[in-house]
């Protein structure tokens, strides 16, 4: 069995994050922030500051310069500019809920949950489902799989149609090595968003896990519909196609995956063990 690592979607624009061990690899892209929104972040920073040189005790601009600085992913300073904005209002549960985003991205998870907790306490602007959301996948990589679980649960207890919640849900439940029960969060995702490329493939690597290679091959096979160009997607088809015995299908799908994907070791680990097995 080939074993590699699972990743969830946090938020976007956002770093990938790792959270479970599977039978094939599972990730999503976030995309990069463009040159047009770095420009923005860059204006309302230089604006902020140029406000703060006349009023350097006005929390909505120190909230202001922390988000421009945290758009371009200047997260110390972010965090900063929060704590600045906290200190001059220390009710303000939006502040709190920023920090606790900054903090988890200098991976300081700890640190964030309890910043979660403290945006709870005292409300938000952003829903809550979304704090609970966060506040989850920080959970997640500490490896507090239940904890994860459980935040999750209150995210869709505040949205129940959030989807990439029950996509959350379905990998905290794969870190308590409950497959069967991951793979019904999936399910509820796709209800919700039926072209959710990630739950699919979350999907599909579980199926894997649990041996139902038949049924993963169908939702791998959805999954290059739903994204042509996805190297996972040829690489995870592969997997299943290799594990099913076949061997020639299989070889042409990590062939495909490497010409999407050309450093993939992954699929270059898969050429040469299908070479092994029918002796090319």
Same mark, same amino acid.
């Given at each position: ?17 790792? *959270? ?50 945290? =758009?371009? =992913? ?11 904005? !906290?200190? !001059? ?7 709190? %809920? ?7 991205? !200098? ?5 964030? *949950? ?16 979304? *704090? ?48 069967? =029960? ?37 939702? %791998?096979?959805?999954?290059?519909? *739903? ?26 799908? %990590? ?26």
């Amino acid at each position: 069995m080939h074993t590699a690592t699972a990743t969830i979607v946090r938020r976007a624009p956002t770093a990938l994050l790792a *959270v479970f061990g599977l039978h094939a690899a599972l990730a999503c892209t976030a995309p990069a922030p463009s040159a047009g929104e770095d420009a923005a972040a860059r204006a309302i920073l230089a604006e902020t500051e140029r406000g703060l040189a006349r009023d350097a005790d006005d929390p909505n601009l120190h909230m202001a310069r922390g988000r421009a600085l945290a =758009e371009l =992913e200047r997260y110390d300073e972010a965090l900063a500019a929060y704590g600045r904005c !906290l200190a !001059l209002d220390p009710a303000r549960g939006e502040a709190h %809920f920023r920090s606790a985003l900054a903090l988890d991205d !200098l991976g300081r998870f700890a640190e964030a *949950v309890a910043a979660y907790d403290a945006a709870l306490a005292r409300g938000t602007e952003t829903p809550p489902a979304r *704090v609970h959301y966060d506040r989850g996948i920080s959970l997640g990589r500490m490896g507090r799989h239940r904890e994860a679980l459980a935040a999750f649960d209150s995210a869709l207890v505040a949205d129940a149609r959030y989807a990439a919640a029950y996509y959350a849900r379905g990998a905290a439940l794969n870190g308590l090595f409950r497959n069967d =029960e991951a793979v019904q969060a999936y399910e509820r995702a796709l209800v919700l968003r039926p072209d959710m490329p990630e739950a699919l493939n979350a999907k599909g690597v579980t199926l894997l896990r649990l041996g139902r290679h038949a049924e993963a091959l169908i939702v %791998f096979e959805r999954l290059i519909e *739903v994204a042509p160009e996805d190297a996972l997607a040829r690489l995870n088809r592969g997997l299943a196609l290799e594990d099913t015995g076949r061997y020639d299908e299989a070889l042409a799908a %990590f062939e495909r995956a490497l010409a999407l994907d050309p450093g993939s070791e992954a699929a270059q680990a898969g050429l040469e063990r299908i070479a092994r097995r029918i002796g090319r």
